[in-house]
Every structure is written in C-alpha cells, then in structure tokens.
C-alpha cells in the first residue's frame, strides 16, 4: 500500500510540474552582447501608449481583443506601430537608448541598422542589422541570416551585396559614406561571390 501511495504521489508531482521557461543566450565570455532569436507568432500586436502616442511616453502592447500582452510602460518608445514577430523599440536599458529589434520576451535580436533616419529599408528581401557593432543581414521575420561580422556593408540589389571587413566610415554632417580597399560581395547566403 505504501509503494503505490508513493509512486501516486511521485506521478502527481511529475504530472504538474511546471513547464521550463525558454532558454535565452547566456552573455559571452568575451564581453560581447548576447542575442536572442525571433519567436515566431500568428497573432499581430498594436503599439499602445493609454492614449497619449507623443515622443517620450510610455509605450506597451496589446492584441486586437484589447489584452495587454506588453504593458504599457515597458520601453520608452515603440517605433513599431504592429508587432508580429518582432517589433522596433527604444528603451535606457538597450544599448544606450538606441533602437533595437525585440522578439515577444521583450529580449534583443539585433540592434537596429539606422538608414535615413529609422531602420534600414528591405531591399532584395533583406535588410541589414548590427550586432556587437558588426552588420549583417535579416529577412522580413527578422530572423538573422547572415551573420553580422562586416564592417561596412551595403544593401543587396540584384541578389548580391557589397560587404567589407575593413573599413572606414566618414561621415560629413548628414551622411556617411564607407571607405576600403577590401570590398567584396556576397549572395544571399553569405557566401563570398565574384
């Protein structure tokens, strides 16, 4: 009678254990920033502020029944007006105040590449992202496909882009221009091309 109470009890207790929280990358050793990856959603959520949408106030998220899934208050910005599987935002605790790419455990995918003022455009399919100072490429979902390890790196157009690992940027007020005498291209893929 005791050994079928305890092996009750102990399938009891397996049976409501809760489940594991999602892992999230542990911080490197060598002191570089470390990156979460997309999660991938079929719900959409809608930036909210509790009415006042002006620079500085408070921003959170809500789904189209009106649930708050991100409260309010949570970054100081939201420069995403719809979060699916990632969502543009600003906060003191992300890389200076900087925008970042958040997934929906409000943790960091990639620093935003800043192109004319916002996020850098789709072009090709792709857009490109920084991370730990580096820039590399993402598709739509945000979801990191080339790995950021170029210096300087432009759009890709016609399925190709031109990448350096070495370069310089200067820049004159307004613009910025890149500078090296080691550019090459790369496909889709990351793979280096003629």
């Known amino acids: ?24 990358n542990p911080v490197p050793e060598s002191g570089e920033t470390a990156y979460a990856d997309v999660i991938p959603s079929k719900d959409t959520l809608f930036c909210t502020s509790n009415g006042a949408f002006e620079y500085g106030t408070p921003y959170g998220y809500t789904n189209k029944a009106g649930d708050t899934i991100i409260p309010v208050g949570e970054f100081d910005n939201c420069f995403s007006d719809i979060f699916t599987d990632f969502a543009y935002v600003s906060d003191k605790r992300f890389n200076d105040g900087g925008m970042v790419a958040v997934n ?5 995918i990639f620093d935003a590449y800043i192109y004319d003022n916002g996020p850098d455009y789709i072009v090709d399919g792709l857009f490109r992202i920084k991370r730990n100072g580096k820039i590399g490429y993402a ?14 790196a432009d759009p890709f157009e016609n399925g190709k882009a031109r990448v350096a690992l070495n370069c310089e940027s200067i820049s004159d007020g307004e613009h910025t221009t890149s500078k090296s005498n080691e550019w090459f291209y790369i496909d889709k893929t990351g793979k280096k091309i003629n």
């Open 1 to 24: 009678m005791k050994r079928t109470f305890f092996s009750l009890l102990m399938l009891a207790a397996a049976c409501t254990t809760q489940p594991k929280e999602p892992e999230t």
């Open 104 to 108: 929906r455990n409000k943790e960091v």
């Open 139 to 152: 598709d739509p979902s945000g979801k990191v496909v080339i790995e950021a390890k170029y210096s300087c």
